[in-house]
């Protein structure tokens, strides 16, 4: 079982650069894959970025390249999501995510925290 709590979410004007956190807990956190994806009112959730826990390797989608960038901090059990260049359509609903495999699919991940909001404002 692995729990997930995002933090970091707010109200950011365009061109800001927030950053998101995911405390992750529960045991053998180094099998897993953890990811970070969004969804925007009326839309699908997106994958945005993921990195394997043990050995750091890392993707990130093409759509937020050069603009988002995923990292952890083994000792603290958190992933972060660095936003640079923020959009109005950036707003969303942003969601941390654990599974054994390194996948852009929503149904990859088996566990999920609660969400985070992300409101860029112009």
């Known amino acids: 079982q692995v729990q997930l709590v995002e933090s970091g979410g707010g109200l950011v004007q365009a061109g800001g650069s927030p950053r998101l956190s995911c405390v992750a807990s529960?045991?053998?956190?180094?099998?897993?894959?953890m990811a970070w994806f969004r969804q925007a009112p009326g839309k699908e959730r997106e994958f945005l970025a993921a990195?394997?826990?043990?050995?750091?390797?890392?993707y990130v989608a093409d759509s937020v390249k050069g603009r988002f960038t995923i990292s952890r901090d083994s000792a603290k059990n958190t992933v972060y999501l660095q936003m640079s260049s923020l959009k109005p359509e950036d707003t969303a609903v942003y969601y941390c995510?654990?599974?054994?495999?390194?996948?852009?699919?929503?149904?990859?991940?088996?566990?999920w925290g609660q969400g985070t909001q992300v409101t860029v404002s112009s």
């Open positions: 990195i394997v826990w043990s050995g750091g390797t890392r």
């Open positions: 529960g045991r053998t956190l180094n099998m897993y894959t």
């Open positions: 995510a654990a599974g054994l495999v390194l996948t852009t699919v929503v149904n990859g991940y088996n566990y």
